[in-house]
């Protein structure tokens, strides 16, 4: 297995990648996981989420340079079309000529001209794609923007453009949608979830699609295939809760385009879980994962400062998981037997190198203890960690809508009204009771809102029983002012789903 840093050489050492895999990288956010797995997905559309036994998964990615040129490397398209005083094939010629002049490819674009009535048309048609793109105010570099997955033409790798051409860069496809990739392919329920996943997404006859290739004409792809990273376990609950809630969004009767954003946010969700959870397997801590979320409201409550609090404690967890990662070594039979060498020094240098791929050669000849030997890589390993790793959970939980500031100084789990109605459609078939919803959210995802959930605070008089009943109250009121809760004659709260999978049914009302 070679492990690559963001400049494409070998990494110093392993310690993050032992634990999580290779890599999570917090500049990475959910919508770009999700646009990266998706390049891989589509490079093995005949056989979706197959991972071979004893053969590393590749592909090769598609770079479609002349649509996202002509997207996000084209400033000069609005103002020609603007200029109602010029004929339709003057205005041509002159975005030809421009476009030639700025684009670092010198090909002919003048196939356009036959797709389009008018070159307004075009401008439009343009404005349009361009519009759906994901961050599309961002000040990021041409090659790093991304237009809307209308299909399998409209995906492609994130580039550095150059003097000395186009080569693939790490910053913001930095293979976190490969470890997701695998993730689903480990996954119990796989063949279901690639079966809907294709037939959704990976449709090439859906009209924008369709506009997508014409564009672009010809798949451009990258000169050569590339192995993707690296998983180190083979099953996990978190992979199949996350395929099981893909599967279940997919499902539904919601348009393709309309699913995406909820599949990136129970893709995000699940995968900063993923991240917590091991976390908390290698601290081996008694105390279970929490997540207390104040469902935000005028009135301050005990329910902040715990959210809080949970936060910060949840944000510690990879440390000292990276921590209990390196000290392990230090429990193993081989490390035990070391000790009774006569010159220990030597084997202990070997086990650490074997398991963690340092010190390397220059370091080696320096005169390591076993104590001086696990120190400097545990400070190696904290200061490299501190840099992107150990910010996974902050940046994550934020983009997808789970933490928040707001009315506060301090970070805590405030869901937003989007992150609310996510996961109401990953978790309701059809309807739920209110109650039934707030404890299997609290089973899938360790989300704490209601009194039922939070016993613990209740019994250890962190928190009274009260504040957790009004938090729940909020919750349904937040639900119901976004159309998801319905309240029944007798009573009875029930969490609707939008796009319920069954439809309607009179025999609830």
Known sequence: MSFLDDDNSPVEFVVDELIWGHRLYDEQLPHLIFLEFLGILVANKEKPLIEEPDQQVSYRPQRQMRLR????????????????????????????????SGSPYSEDMSYLKKLFNSFDDFARVVELLRSSAFEVNSNKRWSSKFVFPFGPD???EDLRIDKKGASNDRRFF??????????LSRAKRKDELSALLVKRLLDDAMPLNRLVRAIQKETEYAANPKEIGFLPIASHPRFDQLCADWIHILKQDIPAYDAVQYLIAAAGL???????????????????????????????TKIRTISSDDYLHNQNLSQRALVAEIEDIKKSEEWLLAASNEYPEQEYLRL???????PNSKEEGQNWTDEKLIDRLKEKALSRHSQHVAKVHASWSKSIGLSSRRLSRRTRYAPNDHFLKALVVTVVEQRMPFDDFLAEIYSRYHLVVGEA????LIA???????????NSEYLAKRLSSLGLVRKLSDGCAFVENPFSIHGDSSADK
């Open 69 to 100: 040129g002509i997207l996000f490397n084209n400033p000069y398209i609005e103002m020609i079309a603007d200029s109602n005083n010029k004929s339709d094939d003057t205005k041509w010629k002159e975005w030809l000529e421009k476009y030639a």
């Open 154 to 156: 409209a995906l492609y």
């Open 174 to 183: 930095a293979r976190t949608g490969e470890i997701l990739y695998l993730i």
């Open 270 to 300: 699940n995968m900063l879980l993923y991240f917590l959870e091991r976390s908390l397997e290698k601290t081996q801590d008694s105390q279970p994962l929490r997540l207390l979320c104040e469902i935000v409201s005028k009135d301050r």
């Open 352 to 358: 650490v190198k074997e398991k963690f791929r340092w």
């Open 453 to 456: 959930q939070g016993q613990d």
């Open 460 to 470: 250890n008089n962190q928190i009274d029983q009260e504040a957790l009943s009004r």
